[in-house]
């Protein structure tokens, strides 16, 4: 089974250029997540979907980013216009949000991510 | 103050060594708790989750302390492929929200 698809894997543009990128979630998963990794960080979430509602986005800077999940699958997430600080390792992953018992199943499966380098 | 934090590292540590990385949280109402590991320039893939009565897998040891808000990773019998990010992962339940907080990772390099 195909893990999680994010594209493209890099993108170079220059400051103030829109960008987007796109994330195919494992199937069947109805959580989804981007996450912005900074060198030397660990993940930053930005936007958590549960199907096509986003239920958590207060860390997305809403004045340039937005995202969309229709039909609770496919994911987008875009900047426009991007700054020379949005330059990072953008993440998505998705997962089962189920319950075994009293323990939550939220084991996240990450794409590879895209590279982003403003300039 | 962060609400998952990890020791600095980098730790660098010979083959068959001992490692044990530490890792406090922020939130009492966190639920659930994970380690991740991620290679150079790969994503995070989860390692083990971390339960109540700690839990062991294979060469790995994963503690919980909630009472003090802490989780340790214990690594025995260190081995070259051991080299990576470890990052120490906290759930959140708190009023419906549910998101997977990372802190910023330990490094581990296992040297011959």
């Known amino acids: 089974e195909a893990g999680v698809v994010q594209s493209p894997r890099y993108k170079i543009i220059e400051k103030k250029q829109p960008v987007a990128f796109w994330c195919n979630p494992i199937s069947g998963h109805n959580t989804l997540y981007w996450y912005l990794q900074n060198l030397g960080q660990g993940p930053e979430l930005l936007i958590r979907y549960e199907n096509e509602e986003a239920v958590d986005d207060s860390q997305l800077p809403k004045d340039r980013f937005s995202a969309e999940r229709l039909k609770g699958v496919d994911s987008t997430l875009k900047i426009q216009p991007a700054e020379l600080g949005d330059s990072a390792v953008y993440l998505c992953?998705?997962?089962?949000?189920?319950?075994?018992?009293?323990?939550?199943?939220?084991?996240?499966?990450f794409g590879q991510g895209t590279r982003l380098t403003v300039v | 103050r962060k609400e998952v934090e990890q020791d600095p590292g980098p730790f660098n540590v010979p083959e068959g060594a001992t490692v044990a990385f530490n890792c406090t949280y922020s939130n009492s109402a966190s639920q659930s708790f994970f380690w991740y590991r991620q290679d150079c320039r790969k994503e995070p893939k989860l390692l083990m989750s971390v339960y109540s009565s700690g839990n062991e897998d294979g060469r790995f040891t994963a503690q919980l302390n909630r009472a003090s808000q802490y989780i340790s990773l214990l690594i025995r019998d260190s081995k070259l492929s051991d080299s990576a990010t470890y990052l120490c992962v906290v759930n959140f339940l708190d009023t419906g929200r549910r998101a997977l907080t990372f802190g910023s990772g330990t490094r581990l390099q296992v040297q011959p």
């Open positions: 992953a998705s997962s089962l949000s189920s319950y075994s018992g009293t323990l939550p199943n939220t084991e996240a499966f």
